[in-house]
């Protein structure tokens, strides 16, 4: 069976810290991808990042980075100098090769304050 | 612009009379997928579909249908909702592994508030 875990329910971190954002997942495939997902308070899921496990490089993009380690079967994320904007539930997904469903961890709050 | 579109946004209804949630999408996509996010529970899969008439259980198909006569639209029903359907809703869509072998990352709609009470 495939499973995410996100172990950290709720962030809170003042402006201009780095925060990390934990991401842990099960899966029997030896391929797979994983998704990062932003929902903001005003609710639609915005799409981040889609990473598949033939690639372990890291990736950045602005303040946001990504570690994939296929060893810990870990793809935290990382925004560098965070902002208010920034402020938002994540989530941390994971999805076969060949298909379309996706499985879903539990999602981690993030309060970036001022 | 390419969009996922859901209606209603907002909806409060009583216990056991039948709604639909409407899901349309512009983007040609073959794969459309209804989810249910829950507090502590993320997004779980419902039910969805590969093609037109061809739709499938997800992971909590209970107390839902599907429909896909046609490739832009995947309404969900709820024939007889209960309090235990209240639920923030989306629908997604992607391209069909049959079209890009590999997984294609799935775009969500703006999301369904639903309370039954």
């Known amino acids: 069976a495939q499973k995410v875990t996100q172990a950290q329910t709720e962030i809170s971190v003042v402006e201009k810290e780095d925060v990390t954002l934990d991401c842990v997942y099960e899966t029997r495939d030896t391929t797979y991808y994983l998704f990062w997902y932003k929902q903001p308070p005003s609710g639609e899921l915005v799409f981040l990042i889609r990473?598949?496990?033939?690639?372990?490089q890291n990736e950045i993009s602005g303040r946001y980075s990504w570690n994939f380690q296929k060893s810990t079967s870990s793809f935290n994320f990382t925004i560098t100098a965070s902002q208010v904007v920034d402020s938002a539930v994540y989530f941390c997904a994971l999805g076969p090769l060949y298909g379309n469903k996706l499985v879903f961890g539990a999602g981690t709050i993030l309060r970036v304050k001022s | 612009e390419a969009q996922v579109t859901q209606n209603p946004r907002y909806l409060i209804t009583v216990t056991g009379k039948k709604l639909t949630v409407t899901c349309s999408q512009n983007m040609n996509h073959e794969y459309m997928s209804w989810y249910r996010q829950d507090p502590g529970l993320g997004l779980r899969q419902i039910y969805y579909s590969m093609n037109v008439e061809v739709t499938d259980k997800g992971d909590v198909p209970e107390g839902y249908k599907v429909s896909r006569k046609e490739k832009r639209n995947f309404p969900l029903i709820l024939e007889s909702p209960s309090p235990n359907q209240t639920s923030l809703y989306f629908c997604?869509?992607?391209?069909?592994?049959?079209?890009?072998?590999?997984?294609?990352?799935?775009?969500f709609g703006p999301g369904t508030r639903l309370l039954v009470l």
């Open positions: 990473r598949n496990s033939f690639d372990e």
């Open positions: 997604a869509s992607s391209l069909s592994r049959l079209a890009g072998g590999t997984q294609e990352t799935q775009y």
